[in-house]
């Protein structure tokens, strides 16, 4: 009977608080992942970001940890970054602040304070949960699963290479079940514990093939298992799109690369968009410039022989100008807002207008 009661008792619906989400450092790709303009992920989950060599999967991961560190809502948040590529050789301070230098963590220290990072994905689970029992609330960004093997198959490839130089014959099989088959009950566990702690995990994968969009926009390796997609609440699929170039010095020259995301997977609002950013080598994710392009591709502003007339903002010129004086005024809030409101527009302009099917 108690149990019926409580059952039957009226429940205070449970609402998404989007103050306390997370920003990706790009507007475009907030507003994409959930409707906001200043998050991209809610504490509690996990984010699964996968692209080709070439696509800015670190620069986003860090990223977001660098806009974890701006963020006095998550002050209290360890932030772990497992760098089992060893690939983010740039300057961290230069293009993410020493707010985040200061505070980035490793997994694990050895004894003498030098950093240790996942080598298999049992490790990674290890370390993860160990994270969980001590510096929970955290973001925790594995990069890459791709440079984590599995003690299984590492005891295969030593078999195999013994018998090899030892001229026996070598048995033929594949590798790479036993990290699918750790995911699926790691996973389940870091699911729980990530709700728990109102922590976040974040999962950088590399696909071996290049990635293409529209009807090529279809990848066809990508290492772990099913339970990756399974568990995550995003899902991106990330591409370089082509060089920055410009002409510096006489010459045309390299300045950055465009990435594209597409949203695959959504449980925040089931939408699945195509966003872009640059980034540029003397400035990282460029998320000024990629909202002046979003508008002027969306006809909102309008490109003439002026230049680009950034109505909104009072602002007229090419889009370098435009930056320089939103810089120099300090008008990103009013950029933000005025992108803000003409997606929430496109948005609204999609809806069918049909009433609710159940109230």
Partial sequence: ERRKKRLLAKKKPVKLDWSKGLSSGSTLLNLACTGRSNAAVLPGDFLWAIGDSNSGKTWLALSFLAEAANNPKFDNYMLIYDSVENGAKMDKEKFFGKNLTDRLQAPSYDNEASPEYSTTIEEFYY??????????????????MDAVDSEADEEKYEEQRDNFNKGRKTETGSFGTAKAKANSNGLRRAAIRSEKTQSILIIVSQTRDNIGFGAQFNPKTVSGGKALKFYSHIQLWMASTGDIKATRKGKIRKLGINTQVKIEKNRYTGQKHTVGFPIKWNHGLDDITSMINWMVEEGIWKKGTGGIDAKELGLKGSADGIVAQIEEKGLEKELRLAVTEAWEDIIESCNTGRKKRYN
């Fill in 127 to 144: 370390n993860l949960g160990n994270c969980f029992d001590e510096c929970a609330p955290m973001i925790y960004v594995l990069d890459s």
